[in-house]
């Protein structure tokens, strides 16, 4: 079965740096394409970064691109997520969700992904 767990999450102040880690489990890690999502109190999950399988192709949200940057190592079976210049408008439980589809895309839309991890808090303060 697969399995996705983040790991890097935690406090950070305006203007700082997080990375953000997901390892998968369960399947073939490098066939499946990658998303980041985060959710805040109060609002709807929202689309944050992908990339797809091989890593042919990534894709941003408007609001984290420069300072966002999303990677992948198969190597490791792991998901990363660098995220530099955090706001407090960054603040949310960051998921990470995999598409175990045979070709490479990058989907935003969350019902896309079939499976999620169980979150990890960021918050910054400002």
């Known amino acids: 079965q697969e399995q996705l767990v983040e790991s890097g999450g935690g406090l950070v102040q305006a203007g700082g740096s997080l990375r953000l880690s997901c390892v998968g489990s369960g399947g073939t890690f490098g066939d499946w394409n990658m998303g980041w999502f985060r959710q805040a109190p109060g609002k709807e999950r929202e689309f944050v970064a992908g990339i797809s399988r091989g890593v042919v192709a990534t894709r941003y949200a408007d609001s984290v691109k420069g300072r966002f940057t999303i990677s992948r190592d198969n190597a490791k079976n792991t998901l990363y997520l660098q995220m530099n210049g955090l706001k407090p408008e960054d603040t949310a439980a960051y998921y990470c969700?995999?598409?175990?589809?045979?070709?490479?895309?990058?989907?935003?839309?969350?019902?896309?992904?079939?499976?999620w991890g169980q979150g990890t808090q960021v918050t910054v303060s400002s």
């Open positions: 969700a995999a598409d175990p589809q045979l070709y490479a895309r990058v989907p935003v839309a969350a019902e896309t992904y079939e499976h």
